[in-house]
Nanobody
Framework: QVQLVESGGGLVQAGGSLRLSCAASGRTFSNYAMGWFRQAPGKEREFVSGISWNGARTYYADSVKGRFTISRDNAKNTMYLQMNSLKPEDTAVYFC??????????????WGHGTQVTVSS
C-alpha cells in the first residue's frame, strides 16, 4: 500500500496558476503510474491527468488540455500538477491517485485525502 499526501491547493483568481504536489511513501514510487482526479460539489469524481511510471506518457482530460501539465520526480517520490489559466469551473477537491499498473491509471490502488482548489471569477 502507498500513502499519498497532496499539497498546494488554495484560492486563486481566474486566469491565475497553482502547482499541486503529491508526495508518496510506502511503496516503490517508480513502479506505477500516477494521476490526478477532482470532485466538484454535487458532481462525481473525474479524471484530470495521468502519467506513466517513467513520465514518458501523459494523459489529460479535454477540459484541462493545454492548461495543465503533469510531471513526476521519481527521485523525490513526488508528482506535480501545474495548473495555468485557471477557470472557476476548475474549482474542486483535487485527489492524487496511484495506479495498480505502470503505464496508465486504469485502476486506482490508493487515494490521497485531497486538496481544495478554489478559483474565483
Amino acid at each position: 500500500q502507498v500513502q499519498l499526501v497532496e499539497s498546494g491547493g488554495g484560492l486563486v483568481q481566474a486566469g491565475g496558476s497553482l502547482r499541486l504536489s503529491c508526495a508518496a511513501s510506502g511503496r516503490t514510487f517508480s513502479n506505477y503510474a500516477m494521476g490526478w482526479f477532482r470532485q466538484a460539489p454535487g458532481k462525481e469524481r473525474e479524471f484530470v491527468s495521468g502519467i506513466s511510471w517513467n513520465g514518458a506518457r501523459t494523459y489529460y482530460a479535454d477540459s484541462v488540455k493545454g492548461r495543465f501539465t503533469i510531471s513526476r520526480d521519481n527521485a523525490k517520490n513526488t508528482m506535480y500538477l501545474q495548473m495555468n489559466s485557471l477557470k472557476p469551473e476548475d474549482t474542486a477537491v483535487y485527489f492524487c491517485a496511484a495506479s495498480t499498473q505502470m503505464n496508465a491509471v486504469v485502476q486506482v490502488g490508493s487515494w490521497g485525502h485531497g486538496t481544495q482548489v478554489t478559483v474565483s471569477s
